[in-house]
Structures are given as C-alpha cells and as structure tokens.
C-alpha cells in the first residue's frame, strides 16, 4: 500500500465534536493511533504488547535466572500470553471498521458520526478512540480496510473455464459484482467529500491508484489478455471503467437487468478482439 501522507491529527475530545456533521476532514495523521494497514485489522507485531526481548529491562540475557527470554514469562512472544487480549483487540478492530465501511454506504457521510458507528458496533466511544484518535483516522483506516476487501474479494474470483466469448462474458461480470456492491457505495461517500477537500483528497489518491493497479493486473491474468498491446491495454481500462460506470449506475435504483445487457454486448466485442 503506497504511504500516505503526513497529516495533523486532532483528538476527539478536542475541539469541534467529533459528532458534528457539519465537519469534514480536515486533520487526518499519517497514521492513525494504533491503525492498522490494509487487511490487517489491528495489525500489532509479535511480541508487541507488554512484550520484552532478551535482555531487556529488569532483566537479565536470554535464559539468565529471573530475566526474560523471548516467549518466557514477562514477555510475550507470538501467541505467549495476552495473546487472547490482542485477538479481541484485533477483532474489535475489525468490527469497528467494517461497521463504519456498512454505515458510509448506508447511511452515508454525515451521518456517519463517531457515536453512531460506536452504537451500530456495539462498542463504547472510549473504545473507538483507543485504536483512532479521530475520526478522519478513523474514516481513512476503514478505507483501507475496504480496499484491501477489494483486492481480497477479485482475487476469490474464481479462474473461468474454457475459452472464446462465453470465457470472456464470464470474466466480465464478475469484474462488473466485484467493482460495485456495499464496498462501492461507501468509498463513494468518501469520493464525495474528497472532492471538495483537499487533505481528504491527498489521502484518498494514492488509495485509489493502488486499487486499480491492482485490479487491472487482475483482469489482465483473467482475460489472458497482452498487456503489452497498448490496443488491448486501453480496452483492459474501458472494461474497468465501464463497470466502475455500472456501478455507479445501480446506486439509486436497481439496474441488474440493463447491466446485464451491457455486459453481454462489451463482452462480444471484448471476445472479439481477443480471439
């Protein structure tokens, strides 16, 4: 995931609320308090918590009486103990973010409050705030999340059988369900807001660009397309392009049965060009 960049962070208790609708994002830190990377909800390392190397402090080397060696008692190693207190922050974590990706694409963005995503989780504000700060980092780290989603859920996609148009139409639909769905509509909340903000923005870019390198790459391996070609690479790009358009489509009412018919007919000509 490319990094992004350095952002001033503002506490929850601080200032404006948290809460308030109005806000938008306008602090958000390079890295949020505790926040994870993409795919790994509440990503700590081994050995972090409460944890202590050999020889460190009160302590003696490796194996010396009364010190701590790695994994002994006193310090923690890859699954020594607090390893169930860390898998409950990790799951809280994850809780927390899917919660907030669920509430940006159904309730959207200004309700998407601090308060409202600690309720629709089940958690205490005081929890929110010990893995995000605020709520930008809070919103940023659900990004992540999602994106990360993203590529998980394309590389599930299964490998279509056979070859000629039918291969092709295949592939191309489930690009189309992969691209769209809840994960969609909430990265469109944020979109949304990005667009007139420029740290939001700054932010969300390089999130944005990493996720359709990645997807692109994906739809390539599918199509056993030359991505060499710039020919075929464009057409790679209006596959893309036309399902992220599909999607978008879809979020007011339901389109399924033109998308369907949109898809048969790109498919043809997609085929078309590859055989």
């Given amino acids: ?38 795919g790994v909800a509440g990503g700590s390392s081994p050995g972090v918590a409460g944890g202590s190397s050999p020889g460190a402090a009160g302590g003696s080397s490796a194996g010396a009486a009364g010190g701590s060696s790695a994994g002994a008692a006193g310090g923690s190693s890859a699954g020594a103990a607090g390893g169930p207190k860390q898998d409950r922050s990790r799951a809280t974590r994850q809780r927390l973010l899917e919660t907030t990706i669920r509430c940006l694409a159904t309730h959207g963005w200004e309700a998407s409050t601090v308060g409202f995503i600690a309720a629709e989780a089940g958690i205490s504000r005081g929890a929110v705030q010990h893995h995000y700060r605020t709520r930008e980092d809070l919103i940023l780290g659900a990004l992540e999340h999602m994106f990360a989603s993203r590529v998980a859920m394309l590389d599930a996609l299964p490998e279509p059988s056979g070859n000629g148009p039918a291969r092709v139409h295949a592939v191309v639909a489930d690009l189309v369900e992969a691209v769209g769905g809840e994960l969609f509509r909430a990265a469109l909340q944020v979109w949304t807001v990005a667009a007139a903000d420029p740290e939001l923005r700054a932010a969300v870019v390089p999130l944005e660009r990493h996720f359709a390198r990645e997807v692109h790459r994906r739809a390539v391996r599918l199509l056993r397309a030359d991505d060499s070609d710039p020919e075929m690479r464009g057409l790679i790009q209006a596959t893309l392009d036309l399902a992220r358009g599909l999607a978008l489509a879809g979020v007011l009412t339901d389109d399924s049965r033109r998308r369907a018919r949109v898809v048969r007919a790109w498919s043809a000509q997609l085929a078309t060009v590859l055989a």
């Avoid at 001033?8 to 390079?30: H, Q, T």
């Avoid at 949020?32 to 993409?38: F, L, Y």
Wanted: charged residues 25%; without cysteine; positive net charge.
């Fill in 1 to 38: 995931m490319p990094p992004r960049p350095d952002r001033r962070s503002r506490s929850l208790d601080a200032g404006a609320s948290a809460d308030s609708p109005a806000r938008s994002p306008g602090g958000i830190s390079a890295r949020a308090s505790g926040g994870s990377s993409p």
